[in-house]
């Protein structure tokens, strides 16, 4: 079968690569995503594929085959925007193929992934691997802003229930396990107004909040002294609010930014929370944050994304050894992500077996100069079109 997967591949090779680089031209900022959402349904429909459909959020799912077995592959298409465009030696929308590279915003994260699998897609039928199974291929919107809430609302509104979810964020072809979870904590401290002549007669709320933010900084430097994967709590924004510059601020607000570790929860970090304000006019919650999809649906994301891991020896991980092996003849490498993926949906909220295998440089996301290898590209097409076959 290797043989047959690569063959195939190699001859789709130069419409592959073309197609990633007209997803890269479209620019696609998150809930502006409409027009890269039906380029893709375009091109799986010219590919062939059984079903394709634009959901109410404007996420993007072609289907292959309708076995038991459901494997979903996820890339989100949308990106973060160019604001540097100066300082870019390349057009970030140019698409450019230079030396082997494919240039442009989103090319790492996550467009060359993106046109991999839904050119897999149409691999996987031709060659019958989606025998006994049923393939997704999911080009999810909002990811940038709102993790994961593309894909979980792309799995549960659509009753997808897939087996395995495989998220195609960058990794340079090496097997991602998982990532530490990520929350959003506001805290607020109430105080009482006066006037600023008069201080003895009002609450002064940062005054309060000064002594939450040194349990705060207590608290992430014990985190930090921690050997391993470790937690980390730090403070992002502060806020006040007052009747005028002359008066005592009645309010003021800090947000902290939680990275967890596996088997941390909303219970477990909520005792941390009500430790950090007990004894003071405080409250503290989770952040939430609302936004509309280009398809005008609203989204309410609750920020605390859990954090996941596969076990090295679940049925995925070891099809995907298998998968790599055969294609590329040694060994895959096996890592975790730094950054937060779709995967907080899939294994953090719904629990299905997650793993992440992606073409493009992790430390290429977000940044100046943005590009991925083509050969990535065409190896992960490669990779996504032959994992069905060791799933069984
Ligand atoms: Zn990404």
């Not at 510059?245 to 970090?269: F, K, S, W």
């Not at 895959?332 to 950054?339: A, D, L």
Request: proline letters at 4%.
């Amino acid at each position: 079968m290797k043989a047959q997967v690569t063959e195939t591949v190699n001859a789709l090779q130069d419409q592959l690569i073309s197609f990633a680089s007209e997803l890269v031209k479209i620019k696609s900022p998150t809930c502006h995503e409409e027009e890269a959402v039906k380029r893709v349904a375009d091109e799986m429909r010219k590919l062939n594929y059984d079903q394709v459909i634009i959901d109410k959020v404007g996420n993007v799912i072609g289907v292959i085959g309708n076995g038991p077995e459901k494997l979903l592959f996820d890339s989100h298409i949308d990106n973060v925007a160019v604001n540097d465009s100066k300082a870019w030696e390349k057009d970030p929308y140019g698409g450019l193929i230079i030396d082997e590279k494919l240039y442009g915003r989103g090319s790492s994260d996550m467009k060359g992934s993106a046109a991999a699998t839904v050119y897999a897609g149409a691999m996987i039928k031709k060659l019958g691997l989606d025998k006994g199974k049923t393939i997704y291929v999911c080009c999810s919107v909002m990811e940038e802003d709102y993790d994961g809430e593309g894909l979980y609302r792309a799995i549960v509104d659509n009753n997808l229930s897939p087996d395995y979810v495989v998220i195609c964020e960058p990794t340079h072809l090496q097997i991602s396990l998982g990532h530490l979870g990520r929350a959003i904590y506001k805290i607020t401290v109430e105080g009482v107004s006066a006037h600023g002549a008069a201080p003895e007669k009002g609450v002064n709320a940062v005054y309060g909040m000064a002594k939450i933010i040194e349990r705060v900084e207590a608290l992430g430097n014990r985190y930090m002294q921690l050997e391993g994967e470790r937690p980390s709590i730090a403070l992002t924004k502060i806020e006040s609010e007052a009747v005028s510059l002359n008066a005592i601020p009645q309010t003021c607000h800090i947000y902290l930014d939680r990275r967890m570790t596996l088997g941390e929860n909303e219970e477990t970090v909520a005792m941390e929370m009500d430790a950090l304000i007990a004894g003071f006019d405080a409250t503290w919650k989770v952040h939430d944050v609302a936004g509309t999809s280009w398809a005008g649906e609203k989204v309410n994301l609750h920020s605390f994304l859990p954090a996941w891991e596969i076990e090295k020896d679940h049925k995925l991980t070891q099809g995907c050894v298998t998968a790599y092996r055969d294609l590329f003849d040694h060994e895959p490498s096996m890592y975790k992500w730094n950054f937060s993926t779709n995967g907080v949906a899939s294994a953090g909220k719904l629990g299905i077996p997650t793993i992440g295998f992606g073409a493009g440089i992790e430390k290429m996301a977000h940044m100046t100069n943005e590009y991925c290898p083509v050969p990535d590209i065409v190896n992960a097409c490669k990779f996504y079109t032959l994992l069905p076959r060791y799933l069984s």
